[in-house]
């Protein structure tokens, strides 16, 4: 490691060292505060890169359902645990150098790229149930939503979005939409067609599920067992269904595109998304008790 480098990520913590004793001000730790600012750094990048990708009116409720609720659960962990939390010299060297990467000119994949090594270290370092290794979790749950599982469905692609079509076309005439395939394309008898682009993939609400469910169970206090993973199986699986069920409701004409890819529709199915999550991850903790 050079030694400019070396300099810029000490002076980094340096600095976050001094706010962190500003912070101390507030009703939770400065500790806790620098994770809490970090959290919210996060979202904010995510939600300015959805704008200026011109995200779609369901695509900005998933920001809203998902960062959101991720960074609401970090804040009951660090403001309910607050006496629990203490960074040390190294834990904010890690988040330093990680938050460099959120620097002009920002880009989503390094800036989530660093939350991921910063969540991973902190899952590493610290016990397991520990207040700074649930916000870890929780930072690499958001690294995998925003940059990782976007990394990942570009070499599954091809095949998942082939596999989307063929159950489409093929559920299709057994609910009552009579579409045929041709390629990738759904066609309906009158000749419109639609075909499913990456964003429009059950993949991405999928990795959605799994920051919601994780959010959740940080919320709920509880740990991860096999309810859990079952729950979030369930909802996996439901999502799937109403993603090729939404897409065949796109089929019969513009209009229908219209309404559930970019009206009200859209509005309607993020909010039967998270209670695909919700349902299934509550159900598995009312179980426990």
């Known amino acids: 490691m050079g030694r400019a480098e070396q300099a810029m990520r000490d002076s980094s913590a340096q600095g976050l060292i001094a706010w962190k004793e500003r912070l101390t001000l507030l ?39 998902g960062e959101i609720l991720a960074l609401y659960a970090i804040y009951s962990v660090v403001t309910a645990k607050t006496a629990l939390i203490t960074l040390s010299r ?10 460099l990467l959120m620097l002009p000119p920002v880009s989503q994949h390094f800036a989530f790229f660093g939350a991921g090594v910063a969540g991973l270290y902190l ?23 925003e940059s990782f599982s976007q990394l990942l469905f570009k070499f599954i692609s091809a095949t998942w979005i082939q596999g989307e079509v063929h159950f489409a076309a093929w559920i299709g005439p057994l609910l009552g939409f009579p579409i045929t395939r041709d390629g990738i394309r759904l066609v309906s008898p009158d000749g419109w067609f639609i075909y499913i682009l990456e964003s429009c993939s059950a993949f991405s609400n999928i990795s959605l599920a799994i920051l919601l469910w994780l959010s959740l ?22 999502i799937f269904l109403l993603n090729a ?6 089929t019969p004409s513009q209009p ?8 009200t529709g859209a509005l309607i199915f993020s909010a039967v998304t998270f209670l695909a999550v919700a349902l299934p991850t509550a159900l598995s903790l009312r179980s426990r008790a």
């Open 217 to 238: 169970l940080t919320l709920a206090g509880a740990e991860i067992h096999r309810r859990q993973l079952v729950a979030l199986g369930v909802a996996a699986v439901s």
């Open 27 to 65: 009703s939770i730790s400065g500790d806790a505060a620098i994770l809490l600012l970090y959290s919210a750094a996060l979202c904010v990048i995510a939600g300015v890169e959805r704008y200026l990708g011109g995200a779609s009116l369901d695509g900005l409720v998933d920001f809203n359902a």
């Open 245 to 250: 069920l939404r897409i065949l409701l796109m």
């Open 256 to 263: 229908a595109w219209y309404f559930w890819h970019e009206g």
């Open 90 to 99: 190294a834990d904010l060297a890690v988040i330093a150098a990680c938050a």
């Open 123 to 145: 899952v590493l370092r610290h016990p397991r149930k520990a207040p700074l290794s649930q916000v870890g979790w929780l930072w690499l749950a958001i690294s995998f939503y």
